[in-house]
């Protein structure tokens, strides 16, 4: 009897859906950039505005931070060779940790090797078998995989929906519990409520993390983000972000109380079986966080922008959701027009980010734009008349 055998790779034979956008000429992904990650890039030979980067600050080219990667490698050579947990520890290492400590103004603070593995370590080695992970349905891929990779029960919550939190809250009270959020969404640029989610937490006796990575340098009276922006730093129990944001780098780090570190440092398995981030990357992050400090006028700067642009899109008839951030949605119909929008934009030099299912609820499908501090008045008062034009030929406004 001829018995039949299962190539595993036959997925990715029948897989077309990319190769056929691609020979329509709609593919978005993958764009070669030849330049800095500056407010105007180079994209295979062409000049664009930007409007598809994290670089809220404006940091990535600052010749400071520069100079101490530089510097860095200079002394330290360009890679560790190895984990935290062994060989991979430098004093350079410990000294931003010491830096973000006291920036976030937590007991101490744990530095991964990227923002995906800070999720993945922070989650899967708090969370037990005996508990449960409270996650927001839009909260970002890495904390739905990092409750993957637990052990814990992980239970969603509608976005932002209060009342959907707090019945799974009653409903596991005699568990170990987690609450996971996004300070500031990735996609739709709205910000957890805080205060409110906190008071659940303590009401029923909860910890909670925020992944800050879109809020910090952006947020706060001086940038330390969500938690400083309401004025809760001592209420959220751990602080997780990202560098590769406002922070001009690569990697992620952890801020909490002495004894979550202290366990983290031992028991996540991202830390401990990868590589220690770069000398040049971890020097960049602490001159970023100098920079912050001494250039309060970028986030003046940044929303100055930020402002103009929502509420231009809104005055043009554009729908950008509940966006209140950096991070500015424009809701087109229907993923064909999603694509149609790019395109156009993308030949007349304007770099966006189409978002289509799954990375956004079906019917939801968005053109996302982000903003610098860096960006001109003149770069901005460009993009909008081209918007304006691309939005009346597609019947968007």
């Known amino acids: 009897m001829e018995v039949s055998v299962l190539d595993i790779f036959e997925k990715c034979r029948t897989y077309t ?3 056929e956008i691609m020979a329509a000429g709609f593919y978005a992904y993958f764009r070669i950039l030849e330049s800095a990650q500056d407010p105007e890039v180079i994209v295979e030979g062409k000049k664009m505005i930007m409007l598809g980067s994290n670089n809220y600050l404006g940091l990535t080219n600052h010749p400071k931070i520069k100079e101490s990667a530089i510097e860095a490698v200079k002394k330290y050579g360009c890679g560790c060779a190895g984990s935290r947990f062994l060989n991979g520890t430098l004093d350079i290492h ?3 940790e010491e830096k973000l400590a006291s920036f976030f103004r937590k007991d ?11 999720n ?3 989650i899967s080695s708090l969370a037990g078998k005996n508990d449960v992970v409270f996650v927001d349905k839009l909260d970002h891929a890495s904390i739905i995989d990092a409750c993957r990779l637990s052990f814990a029960e992980t239970k969603k919550f509608r976005h932002n929906d209060l009342k959907s939190l707090e019945k799974l809250l009653i409903e596991y009270a005699d568990r170990g519990k987690l609450v996971v959020v996004d300070g500031v969404y990735s996609m739709e640029g709205d910000i957890a409520p805080l205060p409110d989610i906190v008071a659940l937490c303590k009401k029923h006796g909860s910890r909670i993390m925020v992944d800050d990575a879109h809020g910090i340098g952006v947020l706060g009276k001086t940038g330390r983000g969500t938690a400083e922006h309401f004025g809760l730093e001592d209420e959220v129990d751990i602080i997780m972000g990202t560098y590769s944001k406002s922070l001009a780098s690569i990697g992620g780090f952890a801020a909490a109380n002495e004894d979550v570190i202290h366990y983290m440092k031992h028991n ?6 990868s590589a220690s981030s770069p000398p040049a990357s971890v020097a960049s992050v602490i001159a970023a966080l100098d920079i912050i400090d001494k250039e309060p006028g970028r986030r003046e700067r940044l929303w100055a922008n930020t402002n103009k642009m929502i509420n231009a899109f809104r005055e043009m008839g554009y729908d950008t959701g509940a966006a209140e951030t950096p991070i500015v949605p424009l809701v087109m119909v229907d ?11 993308s030949e007349e030099g304007v770099f966006v980010n189409p978002v289509v299912p799954p990375a956004v609820p079906q019917g939801r499908s968005l053109i996302r734009t982000s903003y610098m501090a ?3 008045t003149g770069q901005l008062d460009l993009v909008l008349d081209i918007f304006e034009k691309a939005g009346k030929k597609l019947g968007i406004i």
């Open 335 to 345: 993923m064909e027009h999603t694509f149609m929008m790019w395109k156009i934009l």
């Open 94 to 96: 410990v000294r931003l």
């Open 17 to 19: 859906a990319a190769k």
């Open 108 to 118: 101490t603070a744990l530095a991964f090797s990227t923002g995906y593995q800070t």
């Open 268 to 273: 996540a398995r991202p830390l401990i079986f």
């Open 374 to 376: 860096t960006h001109t």
């Open 120 to 122: 993945l370590g922070i």
